[in-house]
């Protein structure tokens, strides 16, 4: 049984930082890609930040040199250092998972992830 809790969510003010963390179980994390997905209320999910299982990443380019994506195989965690905070970045955050590498051009597209967390909520005021 795959789960993703995330967590570190909260309320920030612009040009703050938050530190979002995903906690995973139930599988081999080093077969995997792991993403970070956005959703604004009225708004697609998008996204935000990916890691393959060699270790390339992949950003969006809103939060390119802003954000940062890094995965501790060790504890069964991924992480999302968000820097810089715009009010355009309020959104749920989600970490998703896939058990299977992918092309890295489709890293940030939602349909090729598996498994999703519940979600963690980021308000930047």
């Known amino acids: 049984h795959v789960q993703l809790v995330e967590s570190g969510g909260g309320s920030v003010q612009a040009g703050g930082s938050l530190r979002l963390s995903c906690a995973f179980s139930?599988?081999?994390?080093?077969?995997?890609?792991m993403g970070w997905f956005r959703q604004a209320p009225g708004k697609e999910r998008e996204g935000v930040a990916a890691?393959?299982?060699?270790?390339?990443?992949s950003y969006a380019d809103s939060v390119k040199d802003r954000f940062t994506i890094s995965k501790d195989n060790a504890k069964n965690t991924l992480t999302l250092q968000m820097n810089s905070l715009k009010p355009e970045d309020t959104a749920m955050y989600y970490c998703?998972?896939?058990?299977?590498?992918?092309?890295?051009?489709?890293?940030?597209?939602?349909?090729?992830?598996?498994?999703w967390g519940q979600g963690t909520q980021v308000t930047v005021s």
């Open positions: 139930g599988y081999t994390y080093s077969g995997h890609c």
């Open positions: 890691i393959d299982r060699g270790g390339t990443t």
């Open positions: 998703a998972a896939r058990p299977f590498a992918t092309e890295w051009r489709f890293l940030l597209q939602s349909t090729v992830y598996n498994y």
